[in-house]
């Protein structure tokens, strides 16, 4: 699985990307989380606003911070 | 209600005296803060339902390829109820080109979205009254439709970065939410934007208050009153550096109105505040070229100027 944080940086980008690796560890799943910051491959991804989930290339959502219990649930 | 649960606080709990300065300052502390954090509290969850329901995604979808007057109107309109924070400014003004929004009609969506947005709202409603709130929301619109037609007739995408007419923007369809998921969405939202307002609005309101309280009434009448003519442009360029701070700026402001600061003035710099700022600038010079983003800002400045002389003139 593989799972990328869309985000220009900003302070809620970094939420997500905690919530994600911590949603992660409590599952007991294994994954690469990456954090993706370039503009182009995040509109790739056709997201607008930030901060958005990818998992396995799939958009989950976007302009929110999920909490660790609603990602779980996406994993 | 609120107000006797105020008057019971400072003058028969604590014991100041009405009337004195402590005491009127102290209760008008109170009593604005409540009020103000119940509005907010109640005001920004019902937004967020609302908001779930737009996507910038959906709204882009509405706004491509539609025509000067109908697509700025509809994109100022579009920007209070569409999620936005500068700081996926940048995604979001490529989503807009790539997908043939008009350059213009973008414009007038970037002027709106931050300019019109609820916490703003609520404040002035809470503090100044309905009305006040109305012209606001009114005023705002008009600026940020006016500026996305003139930025539109200037034909100026050629200021545009290069690189954004060249990026390959892909599409996701995100299902829409379930009831459920809003009512998540909308909770998170409200105890998120709290959290990151109330220390602004605590020192707002307090600093609003000992203003209330200790300056001299008319002290302002001089400088910010109706009758200088350089209040208003003056207004706006401090307006500039204060940005997203609307939820302490405007409880200051609202003392500064009591002691004649002019409501023309005081609509002005509370434009310049949220709709002009320094961060989102530099943010967006990673899309836009010199002209181009100096235009934006001398045009949004001049039309919030002049509907600050507006106000003073006919208030």
């Given at each position: 699985m593989k799972i990328e944080v869309l985000g220009t940086g900003c302070a809620k980008c970094k939420n997500l990307y905690e919530n994600t690796k911590t949603a992660l560890e409590e599952s007991g799943k294994s994954a690469e989380v990456v954090k993706i910051e370039d503009i182009p491959s995040i509109m790739k991804y056709g997201v607008m606003s930030t901060p958005a989930l990818v998992i396995d290339g799939q958009v989950k959502f976007s302009g929110k911070v999920a909490s660790v219990a609603e990602i779980k649930g996406m994993l | 209600m609120l107000k006797a649960a105020a008057d019971y606080l400072v003058f028969t709990l604590a014991g100041l005296a009405p009337g004195s300065r402590g005491g009127e300052a102290l209760n008008f502390f109170i009593y604005d803060t409540l009020k103000i954090f119940?509005?907010?509290?109640?005001?920004?969850?019902?937004?967020?339902?609302?908001?779930?329901?737009?996507?910038?995604?959906?709204?882009?979808?509405?706004?491509?390829?539609?025509?000067?007057?109908?697509?700025?109107?509809?994109?100022?309109?579009?920007?209070?109820?569409?999620?936005?924070?500068?700081?996926?400014?940048?995604?979001?003004?490529?989503?807009?080109?790539?997908?043939?929004?008009?350059?213009?009609?973008?414009?007038?969506?970037?002027?709106?979205?931050?300019?019109?947005?609820?916490?703003?709202?609520?404040?002035?409603?809470?503090?100044f009254g309905w009305k006040i709130a109305l012209i606001y929301i009114g005023s705002g619109l008009l600026v940020a439709i006016i500026a996305g037609i003139i930025i539109g007739r200037l034909k100026m995408e050629k200021y545009v970065q290069d690189y954004v007419w060249e990026m390959q923007v892909g599409s996701s369809e995100l299902k829409t939410m379930a009831w459920r998921e809003k009512l998540d969405y909308a909770r998170e939202y409200t105890l998120g934007l709290l959290q990151k307002i109330w220390p602004y609005v605590v020192v707002g309101v307090g600093l609003g208050a000992f203003i209330h309280g200790y300056v001299p009434a008319d002290f302002l009448a001089r400088w910010a009153g109706r009758d200088n003519f350089f209040a208003v442009p003056v207004a706006v360029a401090l307006g500039v550096p204060l940005y997203s701070n609307a939820a302490g700026v405007i409880p200051i402001v609202h003392a500064l109105m009591e002691k004649g600061m002019a409501i023309g003035t005081v609509l002005a710099f509370m434009m310049a505040v949220t709709a002009l700022s320094l961060p989102e600038a530099i943010i967006l010079s990673n899309v836009l070229k010199r002209p181009l983003l100096a235009t934006y800002f001398g045009i949004v400045a001049t039309a919030i100027v002049i509907v600050g002389y507006l106000f003073n003139a006919i208030l």
């Open positions: - | 119940l509005l907010l509290t109640t005001i920004i969850f019902v937004v967020a339902i609302i908001r779930s329901s737009f996507p910038p995604e959906k709204t882009r979808r509405m706004l491509s390829h539609k025509r000067e007057y109908v697509g700025n109107v509809l994109a100022a309109l579009l920007g209070i109820v569409t999620p936005f924070c500068s700081c996926s400014a940048v995604p979001l003004f490529i989503g807009f080109v790539e997908s043939g929004v008009p350059l213009g009609v973008t414009f007038s969506f970037l002027i709106s979205s931050p300019m019109v947005n609820e916490v703003a709202l609520i404040m002035l409603w809470g503090l």
